[in-house]
């Protein structure tokens, strides 16, 4: 077996690998035509990467390439549908760095709060300024964090800001049991946790599903002088309208690691308008570079090359071998009886069962939203004959969810 590490990994990962290959290259600096060219001589059987673009044209260059390793837990770096068409399984290390990035949304936010970066300015600068900086800081205890997206990172960051005797709203799809008994968590829609939250901290994946997620609407739902904070993907923010929402005093501040048109990691220097807005206070993606999340994610890749070259399984694939996935309704509706019964007739009468369904209520109880889990995909004419067929139903989307 040969391994191609063409990102960064910590030097015990790397011994690691040596003993199970037969040879490793290590040459994490490789980028674009360099690593299309690299794969092609190398020839690996197996490649890791971090933040290392692998689009469709590179991957026609490794002839014996069958699996790529996301050395993290995002994957939209990586053409995972041009890797299925050849055999490439491609595997991520979701979790490994969920409480490095939680740590980092909690420090934004402290930060934001006492305004912790401008304190050390001003104070390197020789500057005094106790009467100013003692009136700035609201303070976090009692205040409503929303948590768009409560997977692995979005509850770290939970159990963090209770700590703190925040409360917390949630976005989630599907259930999240580390949170839903909790007395200070609720789980809300995404537009009723806006509305409600004085910071909102964003925790979804990149792609297409999530692209400018919060928009010129949303952010208007917000409240004034609320925070927003992302360590998720830039594209997540329509970021022209955040910086003009900061700029106009609808938002107090914002605090990101992600950036649109980020620079490359060895980059010296960064083009990007929201250098220049006072009250975004940024960090240089670096949510996940912890010691401890770093060893955390060497150690996965490890786990994943062993179990792969012992029995061929590609743990965490995600686009070939995955878990299947089922179709989730998502009903909109005034909270009345009558509207789930009709969902569940149509439903029947098309022999579409219910794998898994709850309920959230919202609007001060008015309106409704459920999560139905099916076990078969509702063609366009049943959705449409749901949407149609009871007065109290607002509005109603499928998704895929694994």
């Given at each position: ?125 020789g500057k005094w300024k106790k009467k100013f900086y003692a009136k700035a800081g609201k303070g976090l205890k009692g205040q409503t964090l929303g948590i768009i997206g409560a997977g692995r990172i979005g509850a770290e960051l939970a159990k963090r800001a209770l ?240």
């Amino acid at each position: 077996m040969k391994i191609l590490v063409a990102d960064k990994m910590e030097p015990w990962g790397l011994d690691q690998l040596k003993g199970l290959a037969d040879e490793v290259a290590f040459e994490p600096d490789l980028k674009d035509d360099a690593l299309k060219k690299r794969l092609a001589e190398f020839d690996p059987d197996v490649m890791t990467v971090r933040s290392t673009k692998v689009p469709k044209e590179m991957l026609a260059a490794a002839k014996k390439l069958r699996l790529i390793i996301r050395a993290g837990s995002g994957f939209d770096t990586i053409d995972i549908k041009a890797a299925a068409e050849r055999d490439i399984r491609v595997c991520n290390c979701p979790g490994m760095n969920a409480i490095a990035v939680a740590e980092l949304a909690m420090g934004l936010i402290l930060a934001l709060d006492r305004k912790i970066p401008d304190n050390v300015a001003d104070l390197r600068a020789g500057k005094w300024k106790k009467k100013f900086y003692a009136k700035a800081g609201k303070g976090l205890k009692g205040q409503t964090l929303g948590i768009i997206g409560a997977g692995r990172i979005g509850a770290e960051l939970a159990k963090r800001a209770l700590a703190f005797d925040m409360k917390v709203l949630y976005y989630h799809i599907g259930r999240q049991l580390e949170l839903v008994d909790h007395p200070n968590t609720a789980r809300a829609e995404l537009d009723d946790l806006l509305l409600q939250s004085d910071i909102v901290s964003i925790h979804v994946p990149g792609g297409g599903a999530t692209h400018h997620l919060i928009d010129e609407r949303r952010l208007a739902l917000m409240k004034d002088g609320a925070v927003l904070i992302n360590t998720s993907r830039a594209g997540v923010i329509d970021e022209a309208v955040l910086i003009k929402a900061l700029k106009e005093g609808k938002l107090s501040g914002a605090g990101l690691d992600v950036y649109a048109d980020e620079p490359a990691a060895e980059s010296p220097t960064i083009d990007s308008p929201v250098t220049k807005v006072p009250n975004i206070y940024g960090t240089h993606h670096i949510g996940a570079s912890t010691e401890q999340a770093q060893m955390a994610v060497a150690e996965e890749v490890v786990r994943i090359v062993a179990r792969f070259k012992e029995t061929g399984e590609a743990l965490h694939c995600v686009n070939l071998a995955q878990p299947i996935a089922n179709p989730m309704l998502i009903v909109q509706m005034e909270n009345k009886p009558g509207g789930l019964a009709h969902v569940f007739g149509v439903l029947g009468e098309a022999g579409i069962a219910a794998v898994e369904m709850d309920q959230v209520i919202h609007d001060d109880g008015k309106s409704a939203c459920a999560h139905i889990r099916l076990d078969k995909q509702p063609d366009e004419a049943l959705v449409e004959k749901i949407r149609a067929g009871h007065p109290t139903i607002t509005g109603i989307d499928v998704i895929s969810v694994a």
